[in-house]
């Protein structure tokens, strides 16, 4: 299904950002109020009240920033999903979309855009999600298909797949090296609750050690490149 032609008549669709990025929160804005079917009705940067100012703005659509600060952009995408299960939701992201675009899917968005993509691409994402499409790449498709081809002939999905969205984040930077501390610290969470984290994954990744951890994250990280 491809977008509506462009009617200067139609009244413009309403933008909700969440972006902690000062500069990417400005250049979207300009973007999107530059264009003719398109226009920016508020925004935050954090998830601290965010649903609320969604329920206000009455946007037509939602760009959700993967990582704001501490938080998991992935859990508000699953928050919004829950209380406005028809409002379409664009995640918008630095890492690569083979780590999250499917995680993003799941927990209710209906597209994913890198933030190293041209802008003209982010506000066709959002064209297309407000049309009713899902939007990611070509490539992230074609990763998409094959997967669930393997899975119809009998194939196994990954490991990394039974991970929650917090482990998943956890996982992610022990793959770039963090330890512990770091991780605790970045995610506003306290040690103990990161040590939990890492005993869930190497039970779901069936991982003895944490030196077995460290080394499988490193690998999956080497693989993605």
Not at 12 to 27: C, M, N, Q, S, Y
Not at 83 to 105: F, N, Q, T, W
Not at 107 to 112: D, R, S
Not at 119 to 136: K, P
């Amino acid at each position: 299904m491809n977008p509506p032609p462009i009617d200067s008549t139609t009244p413009k669709a309403r933008v909700f950002l969440v972006e902690d990025h000062p500069l990417v929160r400005e250049g979207l804005t300009l973007l999107i109020d530059h264009s003719p079917d398109l226009t920016v009705c508020g925004g935050t940067d954090s998830v601290h009240g965010a649903l609320e100012l969604i329920n206000d703005a009455k946007p037509d659509v939602v760009v959700v920033d993967i990582v704001l600060g501490s938080d998991n952009g992935l859990e508000l995408v699953r928050a919004i999903r829950q209380h406005h299960r028809k409002l379409p939701i664009l995640v918008l992201s630095m890492h690569d979309e083979g780590s999250y675009a499917e995680k993003a899917l799941r927990v209710g968005a209906k597209g994913y855009v890198m933030k190293n993509e041209a802008l003209d691409m982010v506000r066709t994402a959002i064209r297309r999600v407000l049309a009713g499409d899902i939007f990611v790449t070509d490539k992230m498709v074609s990763h998409l298909l094959k997967k669930v081809v393997n899975v119809h002939h009998g194939g196994k999905t990954s490991p990394i797949d039974l991970l929650t969205e917090r482990e998943f984040e956890v996982f992610r930077m022990i793959a770039h090296g963090a330890g512990p501390s770091e991780i605790a610290q970045t995610l506003n969470l306290s040690v103990r609750t990161i040590d939990s984290h890492r005993d869930h994954i190497k039970e779901k990744l069936s991982l003895k050690s944490g030196a077995e951890l460290k080394g499988f994250a490193t690998q999956w990280r080497t693989d993605k490149r």
